[in-house]
């Protein structure tokens, strides 16, 4: 992956175009950056390396933000590995199986649907559902380390042309991210605090896999939902 993530993103972005053309009509309100009001629903990720806030989106992600939050109230998570790091890419964790990537299970047991939103999109930072295809989210989940330098002019040109918003874009080319992962992966949330953290993960030695040599394990998330 760490060798063909950028040819497989070439391939995504041109594959897509017709789905994204047809999906962002209306306005687009980038809920990423807006400032976060005191009663939005958030989760702080405590790991062997350090925390990371994030605030969720339940209005845009309903199903992804009642699971993480429930998975992560009932401990979950306690204990499980980041199995995946990649510089200029992002880390994945999350399976409750312990497996390393081959496992996880959703709150009800069985996979749940994708959660597509204009309003949300795969910029650095986001918090997202890690998935082996079309509506199989589990239990897994990664976040977008990509930083602006890995967005090329090249990338903005096919982005351009296969239909992606142009305020989505100018975003994208500010502050990075991993647009081929738009429309495939369930956004839900974004790290408000803590990106220091996911920069130091990536940069960890790891094996073939990109699995850490050394385990980063998330301790607890302790989670605050939204005011009512």
Known sequence: MKRLHILKAVLILAAM???????????????????????????????????????????????????????????????????????????????????????GQSKWGTPFEDEFSDNLWNFRGALSMANSGENTNGSQFFIVQAPASTITEDFLSQMKAAGWPAQVIDKYKENGGTPWLDKKHTVFGQV?????????????????????????????????????
């Open 192 to 228: 408000i605090e803590g990106m220091d953290v996911i920069d130091a993960m990536v940069k960890v030695k790891t094996d073939s896999n990109d699995k850490p040599l050394e385990d980063i394990l998330i301790n607890s998330i302790e989670v605050k939902e939204a005011s009512k």
């Open 17 to 103: 175009s017709l789905l994204l053309l047809s999906g962002c009509g209306g306005n687009i309100v980038l809920k990423q950056y807006k400032e976060v009001t005191a009663d939005a629903p958030t989760a702080t990720i405590k790991t062997t390396m350090g925390d990371i806030k994030v605030v969720l989106f339940p209005k845009e992600a309903p199903k992804a933000v009642e699971n993480f939050i429930t998975l992560a109230k009932d401990g979950k998570y306690n204990g499980i590995r980041f199995h995946r790091v990649i510089n200029d890419f992002m880390v994945q964790g999350g399976d409750t199986d312990g497996l390393d990537g081959m496992g």
